[in-house]
């Protein structure tokens, strides 16, 4: 039965239609072609198929479509309602679906989701994307991992970038003035230098003072560590070395020190002179680790990524931590946005919608002074592709990827995007209104230079008192010179008379060495517990001979050393 029906299908099919008669053929004035006049005169019944071409640009004719968008996304897509409930879709989404329309000739439905989220969730535009509801989603959706598998994209519109819209700071983030001209990187390795070139130097010279005789002279460390120190001050120095190699070492360390001046000196002046103003956040980083408080848009992508991808880790557990939160913002609701981000709150979101935000406050303000509170941030945290979204096995793409590339490739998308924007940027970073005057923050390290000065100077001092009241330090200096000829005659009458206790300059041993050594004489004052009077015993620097002196003033033993220089003692 089945086959019987088949072949009669096909015979009816084929069959010439009744209603050709000669009426139907045209006139004899009206010219037709060769073509299609051989179709004419022809008794046998013709089928012409479409083809792709034909097909495409009629399957969609006389169809209603549903379009899903979101609602307050100015100027991208918005939607209004005419009194009798219908919903209308405005913006640059739905410019380029008229343009869609009156190519195909379809019409359609506007749907609203009832939660404006890119997550998979009940109600989201994604959501109704899985499950058929609508045919597409008209709104500029950005390409986000994790849903290839469930939708399809469209073309590439455009992209977007995310910033952070702030309270703009009264100091520049840039620090020290001081410290500016170079990056942390080579102020360390500046340092590094300062304390390894003193030893290396010292090494170098050991060595060849080692290897080649002891015809050479070696510098002790505290001495070309203060050298190294000096050169970088340009201090000069009255270090004369004797030989070639640690001529050498010297004058490379002037030649490095005398280019890393000049070049710290040139960009210290253009970052004085320049009005140069950086703001404290430049990574999203920084907004985790400062602890500052924000807000994105809920359903953006800032959401999407924080929650369901790791390229916005930091804001995850900022989140966490109560610094962040997701909100409906709507750009018509200026005073509710600016209580936020007056109280020194963050705003995360595309560039695009915020240079619009930036507009409306700034129109918003008549008074002069209080412009451009606001600013954005330079460098973009986020940057993402935004298209058209459809159900995964759609067959709109391929009709609609055409003339949406079009519109790409002619920068009509870029123009729809920035012609309601002025050409000037709003409330740039660098205002430019007066010239760039030295705050009392560009002295900062000028202050913790001397306070850290005074402090080690005061630690060095009280290391000082406490080395005069127990005598460590002189005892442990003539103990290690023993090759010293003049301190012979000292360390020989500190083992008669024992340690001393007390040093003029414990510090400074040397000076109390060599003093001790071009004295006139010595004299040693020795108490008797028989007497009250006390004997002194004066020894010649050179150690020539004694004389006793009588002295029944002196409460207690003292070494007393004359010479040309001013009377010094040593108690005992």
Known sequence: MALTNTLLLALCAN????????????PPWKWISEHKAKYINSREYQCD???????????????????????????LSWVTKEINGTLIGHGIAFEIVETLRQRYGFTYDVVIPTRETLLNENGSIIYMLVNGEVDMAAAFIPVLPGLDDIVKWGIELTQFQYVVLMKRPKESATGSGLLAPFEIEVWLL????????????????????????????????????????????????????????????????????????????????????????????????DIASNEYRWISSEGSAVEYIVKMDNDLK??????????????????????????????GTLL?????????????????????????????????????????????????????NPI????????????????????????????GSKERQLRNSDLYTTYAVVVCGFSMAAA???????????GWFASADLARRSHDPHGGMVRCEIAVFGKPSKTIYPFSHRDNVMNAASATHFVFHKSSSSSSSSSAFVVNARGMGTTNVSDSSSPSPFLWLKGKSSLRRFQY
């Not at 080692?210 to 000069?236: E, N, R």
């Not at 997701?326 to 936020?340: G, H, R, S, W």
């Not at 870029?414 to 660098?430: F, G, M, Y």
């Open 15 to 26: 069959w010439p239609p009744p209603n050709i008669t000669e009426t139907t053929l045209p």
């Open 190 to 285: 500046i340092l590094m230098s300062l304390i390894a070139v003193g030893p290396i130097i010292y090494g170098i010279m050991m060595l060849r003072h080692k290897l080649c005789g002891h015809d050479s002279g070696v510098y002790p460390i505290p001495t070309c560590i203060w050298f190294v120190y000096g050169a970088l001050m340009k201090q000069g120095s009255s270090l004369n070395p004797d030989t070639d190699s640690a001529r050498l070492i010297f004058a490379t360390w002037w030649i490095f020190i005398m280019i890393l001046t000049s070049f710290y000196t040139a960009n210290l002046t253009a970052f004085l002179t320049l009005s140069k103003f950086t703001l404290p956040i430049k990574r999203i980083e």
């Open 49 to 75: 198929l479409k083809n792709n071409f034909q097909i495409q640009y009629e399957i969609l004719r006389g169809k209603r479509l549903k379009i899903a968008t979101f609602p307050n996304s100015k100027p």
């Open 460 to 470: 060095v001092f009280t290391l000082e008192l406490l080395s005069r009241r127990t």
């Open 314 to 343: 930091p804001l995850r557990q900022s989140m966490f931590e109560g610094n962040g939160q997701f909100m409906v913002i709507n750009i018509d609701e200026i005073d509710t946005i600016l209580n936020y981000i007056s109280s």
């Open 348 to 400: 995360l979101h595309d560039k695009n919608w915020l240079n619009f935000l930036m507009l409306h406050i700034e129109r918003s303000i008549t008074d002069d002074k209080e412009r451009c509170r606001y600013v954005l941030t330079t460098d973009p945290y986020l940057t993402r592709s935004m298209s058209f979204v459809y159900p995964k096995h759609s067959i709109l793409p391929p009709l609609f």
């Open 404 to 431: 949406m590339l079009s519109y790409m490739e002619s920068g009509i998308v870029r123009h729809l995007q920035t012609k309601d924007l002025p050409e000037a940027v709003i409330c740039p970073l660098n205002l």
